[in-house]
């Protein structure tokens, strides 16, 4: 053993280095040396640095938490240099930093910037007090938060404390979480466990993804045991996901820390496909280790298949990091870890003052020192790499894609022209990779030519079936791993199609993605992967036959309370307005857009450049008779169909009405703040292109309660308006049987049609069809 390595293998400060790591990065120095990679005396220089640079992060997190003030040369906190009230997930964080360390390193090592993702987004002061000690910074950090004592401090009272600017927004470059700020960030990492569902569908052959991952995570969010099934090196790049194992919830311990620990997960991923590797989750030499070797292994292994000496699925690398929830200052391993380590608030309390003192003198690093080692660390100019914050994943460049006409074999079944369609799009720029994420049954919901063309990815394709080994279907009975797998491929093409009632079970998962690109747009950066269309469709107008269970549009609901310029909605009516919108959603970036579509037959209202206006404009005016007072405002397919009929029956019996389909009704709300503002119609443009009417009837598609409020701007008032919608009511039923059930048969909406006209009800409607209304007799008198 050389001097040098000797010297690194006496650790610094809280960072030791165990025998099976020390005997691992002398094999690992020994190989990058021999392949030109990093001579061992550079490397030992980084393993020192990084050790360096590992205690004074950790010692930044712990002021994060309770400081006001930080003091490069380590002096003591005075009563006066904390906050009066602590805040942080601090045993969490303290755990992230020997992993973000290490990954650095592995980078300096290689010569490799590779791309990182954190589930665990609550540990961000882990990422932000290492990015602000490297100067691994977007603008707005750098410019705040300089490497003095003075811009750390800045940090540590930024940190939490819930400034507000006057529009509203957060006041400092700095969040809780995960946010467009942290240099490199991609996810929040808010929602726990959908880090674990999307890695393996996010980097490209030749790009590199680390992924830290959580144990308390992994009970949280099935389906990340399937990554091996997914894995395929002729279309992903390398993989390398590493889980801290701290073995604490927030007040108790993991479920996988009650039933055995460690070993039981060892053995849980080895039957389910992966090559687990025990590391010391205290050093970050051990992270670094795993990482250069996972990338290695993952490489080897996939090389053998293209040599036919194995084959799929690879046996996917999986680092464990084993450490305590909170390692390297007071407190460590106990339930107080996961917040407040120290219980008491070191402001008002002396005991908490010197245990928090002590924890901090043990991680000090020198000025000197610590300027030493990130000098040695930041080499990217001379391996000619980007920094940190540059990954490849975090600057994704997609270029709108080749968009094909609108040209329908058959009109009539909305579903199955977006199936024609998407097979069009795919074709027409197989450049991009596809992921289509299927929780249901892609056959039923109409998307034929879809499967036959993009095929299930198995491992073990049977004859005879739409199956195969780099097949872009990506099914599993997770609505939250299959939407994963499209919202995680940003540098493709990608579709998501559920039932609508199920549908809802990926809300997390799309506002995760989009929380992330609108707070990315507010600070002028655009996001440049291509708009996510997730498509509802067995829903609940045409899914009477299994029941209320699947009669739920809560997803439409939820989904037109985001922000319009980013969420968007669509109800289209037909095949043209069907593949209308989802072109329109192609042609943009950055939105997550729900489109709910028909599977079933409906009649074609509008030819292919009327359909494309109203993708452009949101709506689209069927008719409009002269002089008239009422206006039918249809929201979704079935809801149309009811507005014509019943148009049909008033105009029948002299009233003339005119009748608008809304099918993007997100663009007729009101802006709540500029960029949504800047997206939807102005009043001036509302009330050029839609006809006034002193009375209007909205049929809507959801509830009637989320519709009322938006689309305020056109509701007339309470005497003159109204809105019909889902009123929760179902059950084995046929689409007459829901229209009538939710009082939104043509007869119903006649009746209320004579109530905002104060018309006599006997004017437009027979006796029978009156008693029928008030339960008085056979509904299907009233079915065409």
């Known amino acids: 053993m050389t001097d040098t390595l000797h010297n690194w293998s006496q650790g610094f400060g ?47 997190v712990a002021h994060m938490t309770y400081a006001r003030q930080v003091y490069l040369d380590g002096r003591p906190l005075a009563q006066s240099d904390f906050k009066p009230q602590p805040e942080g997930h601090t045993g969490g964080a303290l755990n992230m930093v020997p992993a973000y360390v290490g990954y650095l390193l592995a980078n300096a090592l290689t010569g490799t910037t590779r791309s990182w993702l954190m589930g665990q987004g609550h540990c961000v002061a882990a990422i932000d007090a290492v990015n602000v000690l490297t100067g691994n910074t977007e603008a707005a950090q750098a410019e705040r938060y300089p490497f003095s004592d003075a811009g750390l401090s800045q940090l540590c009272q930024d940190f939490y404390s819930y ?76 993989v390398m996901p590493i889980m801290i194992a701290n073995g ?56 053998a298949i293209v040599d036919g000496d194995a084959e799929y699925p690879v046996r996917l690398p999986y680092a464990i990091a084993e450490t305590v929830k909170g390692f390297g200052f007071p407190g460590a391993g106990t339930n107080a870890a996961h917040n407040l380590p120290l219980v008491d608030n070191p402001a008002t309390d002396a005991a908490a003052r010197e245990r928090f003192n002590q924890g901090i003198a043990a991680l000090h ?124 491929n940003r540098q493709g093409i990608n579709l998501a199609v559920s039932y609508e ?37 067995s829903h609940t107008w045409e899914n009477g036959k299994n029941e209320q269970s699947h009669q739920d549009p809560t997803l439409c609901d939820a989904w037109l309370q985001e922000m319009s310029d980013s969420a968007p909605v669509y109800f289209p009516v037909d095949s043209h307005s069907a593949v209308a919108v989802l072109r329109k959603v192609y042609a943009s970036h950055g939105q997550v857009a729900l489109i709910v579509a028909p599977k079933n037959p409906v009649d074609t209202c509008l030819t292919v450049p009327e359909a494309q206006a109203a993708a452009d404009s949101g709506f689209a005016v069927l008719s409009a008779d002269p002089g008239a007072e009422l206006q039918l405002l249809a929201i979704g397919a079935y809801q149309l169909q009811a507005v014509r009929r019943a148009a049909r029956h008033l105009r029948y019996h002299g009233v003339p009405c005119s009748e608008v389909v809304l099918i993007e009704p997100g663009l007729l709300r009101e802006g709540r703040d500029a960029m949504e503002r800047a997206a939807v119609h102005s009043d001036a443009d509302l009330a050029r292109r839609i006809p006034a009417a002193r009375c209007r009837l909205f049929v809507c598609h959801g509830h009637a309660e989320v519709m009322t409020g938006v689309l305020r701007r056109l509701d ?52 029978t069809e009156q008693a029928v209304l008030k339960g008085q007799g056979d509904p299907r008198l009233l079915q065409d």
Not at 180 to 192: A, K, M, V
Not at 513 to 536: C, D, K, Q, Y
Request: charged share 20%.
């Open 14 to 60: 809280v960072i030791q280095h165990d025998f099976l790591t020390r005997e691992r990065i002398d094999t690992l120095l020994d190989v990058l040396a021999a392949d030109g990679t990093c001579s061992r005396e550079q490397a030992l220089t980084l393993l020192q640095a990084a050790d360096r640079l590992c205690n004074a992060a950790m010692r930044q």
């Open 163 to 238: 400034a507000i600017d006057a529009e509203g927004r957060p006041a400092v470059p700095l969040g809780s979480h995960v946010n467009p700020h942290t240099g490199g960030g991609i996810s929040e990492g808010g929602y726990l466990g959908f880090a674990g569902l999307q890695y393996v569908h996010m980097p490209l052959p030749g790009q590199e993804l680390v992924t830290f991952l959580s144990d308390g995570a992994f009970e949280e969010q099935r389906g990340s045991d399937w990554a091996p099934r997914w894995w395929r090196g002729e279309d992903s790049g390398l």
């Open 716 to 767: 007339t008032g309470p005497q003159t308006s109204r809105f019909l919608g889902y009123r929760s009511r179902g059950g084995t039923l046929d689409t007459f049987g829901m229209q009538f059930a939710n009082q939104q048969s043509w007869a119903h909406l006649v009746a209320a049609a004579a109530q905002l006209l104060a018309m006599p009800l006997d004017d437009l409607l027979e006796p």
């Open 248 to 303: 604490r919830r927030i007040d108790q311990r993991s479920t996988m820390a009650q039933v055995g620990g460690v070993d039981w997960l060892r053995e849980h991923l080895a039957l389910n496909g992966f090559d687990p590797i025990d590391i010391d989750g205290r050093d970050p030499a051990a992270f670094a280790w795993a990482i250069i070797s996972m990338g290695r292994a993952l490489r080897d292994a996939h090389q």
């Open 365 to 488: 690093v020198s000025e000197a020192e610590l300027r030493a080692a990130v000098a040695a660390l930041s080499n990217h100019a001379g391996q000619q790499r980007p920094q940190e914050k540059d990954h490849p994943l975090a600057q994704i460049q997609v270029a709108t894609p080749v968009l094909p006409p609108i040209s329908i074999e058959q009109p009539g079944a909305p579903m199955a022209a977006i199936d024609q369609w998407f097979c069009a799009l795919t074709r027409a720029n197989p450049e991009l990779r596809v992921r289509v994420g299927n929780p249901d049954e892609m056959r039923s919901n109409r998307m034929n030519q879809t499967l036959d063309h993009l095929l299930h990815r198995v491992t073990a394709a049977e004859d005879g079936i739409a199956e195969g080994l780099q097949g872009s279907v990506i099914t599993a009975l997770n609505e939250e791993a299959v939407v994963s797998a499209a919202l995680a």
């Open 501 to 537: 009632a199920f549908a809802v079970k990926m809300l997390g998962a799309m506002r995760q993605e989009l929380i992330f690109s609108r707070h990315a747009r507010e600070l002028g950066r655009p996001t440049n992967w291509l708009s996510v269309p997730i498509i509802a469709t």
